[in-house]
């Protein structure tokens, strides 16, 4: 993920089964800036920056959620509760709420503040592969191994809207900046 002001690149990865790592990149330059070894214990599958920056959220097939300061590297707070790999993270543009997705076949919604799981959205047929949220708003739009591509109310778990044409395993998506156009 690129952040905000574009000046820094988050990559995840790592051997899998037996590490996770951050690394976050000076895109003018190219070169590391930070390193974060061992952030998750199994391979990193996304990472997502806060909308201030701040922040960088990570999610792997250890199967957590977790959450990292961008100046510092340190380990700020992690959410668990997810059965399966975690293939997907988004932070609302609020920066008090993230979602993640799953090999589990559901999203959940975590209040970040308290730490606490806020909901649990079910009714995919497979693996949830992304999640993004659409722009300044509570929509987030899912991908799913079972051919879907969803807009979901993170609020209160229903489908505002299915998008048609999904032919195959859906693997990932992405939201304009506005919300407006989903990819």
């Known amino acids: 993920d690129f952040s905000g002001d574009g000046k820094l690149l988050a990559t995840g990865g790592g051997a899998p089964s037996r590490g996770g790592e951050l690394k976050l990149w000076d895109v003018a330059t190219g070169k590391?800036?930070?390193?974060?070894?061992?952030?998750?214990?199994?391979?990193?599958?996304?990472?997502?920056?806060?909308?201030d920056n701040k922040l960088l959220a990570s999610c792997a097939a250890d199967k957590f959620v977790k959450v990292f300061d961008v100046a510092t590297g340190k380990f700020v707070k992690s959410f668990e509760g997810h059965t399966h790999h975690v293939l997907g993270v988004s932070w609302m543009s609020d920066g008090r709420t993230l979602a993640s997705s799953g090999a589990d076949n559901v999203v959940k919604v975590w209040d970040f503040v308290t730490g606490d799981q806020k909901r649990t959205i079910q009714g995919f047929a497979k693996e949830v592969t992304s999640l993004n949220f659409a722009g300044d708003s509570v929509n987030a739009v899912a991908t799913c191994g079972d051919k879907t591509v969803r807009l979901l109310r993170v609020d209160n778990g229903s489908t505002v809207r299915s998008f048609a044409g999904g032919n195959d395993f859906m693997y990932s998506g992405a939201v304009s900046i506005d919300g407006k156009t989903v990819i």
Do not use: G, I, K, N
Request: hydrophobic letters at 50%; charged letters at 25%; aromatic letters at 10%.
């Open 32 to 51: 590391l800036v930070r390193e974060v070894t061992e952030a998750h214990s199994d391979t990193v599958f996304a990472v997502e920056f806060s909308a």
